[in-house]
T-cell receptor, first 114, second 108 residues
Framework: DTEVTQTPKHLVMGMTNKKSLKCEQH?????MYWYKQKAKKPPELMFV???????INESVPSRFSPECPNSSLLNLHLHALQPEDSALYLC?????????????FGSGTQLSVL | KNEVEQSPQNLTAQEGEFITINCSYS?????LHWLQQHPGGGIVSLFM???GKKKHGRLIATINIQEKHSSLHITASHPRDSAVYIC??????????FGTGTLLAVQP
């Protein structure tokens, strides 16, 4: 199994809603990542988890709250989002967070905030 | 100026043509990645290079560390190759720095 699975594929939410994005991998990878991608732009790193601990937070607003409950699962909790947060949210994983490691990406969650 | 530049930004080819996409970077790197993204979709990692050349099927990736340049070649292109191709480098900060991508359209 070389897949990173993201759910849901599409999400529409209001600015007062609370929702969560889920990412799962069963490759035994110990580094997991959240990226945000706006249309026609490259992905932007949001968070990195290494061995289930948050190792990088790229100054992401607190309305985005990551969680890594175990080595296979990564969540992104969303609360009080703004319309400008509408984007494709990509999850990725690698064996460890090291420069020579290949990244495996999920197919993303397309988020629309109304 | 971006730390990772790709050219061309857009490329239209006829089926069967040989395609080259270029990537130049200005930072010291430990590895360079070539990624493929279909519209509205996730990203597939095609290659990770730190030196030399790699081949997978009809795809070939090369890197010249001294010149800070990499190329992705597609031989016998096919409409299903139509996608955005992204070059990304990993340097001292261990973060991926992405290029702005090359939108490839292969027409039948």
């Amino acid at each position: 199994d070389t897949e990173v699975t993201q759910t849901p594929k599409h999400l529409v939410m209001g600015m007062t809603n609370k929702k969560s994005l889920k990412c799962e991998q069963h490759m035994g990878h110990r580094a997991m990542y959240w990226y945000k991608q706006k249309a026609k732009k490259p992905p932007e790193l949001m968070f990195v988890y290494s061995y289930e601990k948050l190792s990088i937070n790229e100054s992401v607003p607190s309305r985005f709250s990551p969680e890594c409950p175990n080595s296979s699962l990564l969540n992104l909790h969303l609360h009080a989002l703004q319309p400008e947060d509408s984007a494709l949210y990509l999850c990725a994983s690698s064996q460890v967070n090291r420069v020579d490691e290949k990244l495996f990406f999920g197919s993303g969650t397309q988020l629309s905030v109304l | 100026k971006n730390e990772v530049e790709q050219s061309p930004q857009n490329l239209t080819a006829q089926e069967g043509e040989f395609i080259t996409i270029n990537c130049s970077y200005s930072v010291g790197i430990s590895a360079l990645h070539w990624l493929q993204q279909h519209p509205g979709g996730g990203i597939v990692s095609l290659f990770m290079l730190s030196s030399g050349k790699k081949k997978h099927g009809r795809l070939i990736a090369t890197i010249n560390i001294q010149e800070k340049h990499s190329s992705l070649h597609i031989t016998a292109s096919h409409p299903r190759d139509s996608a955005v191709y992204i070059c990304a480098v990993r340097g001292a900060t261990n973060k991926l720095i992405f290029g702005t991508g090359t939108l490839l359209a292969v027409q039948p």
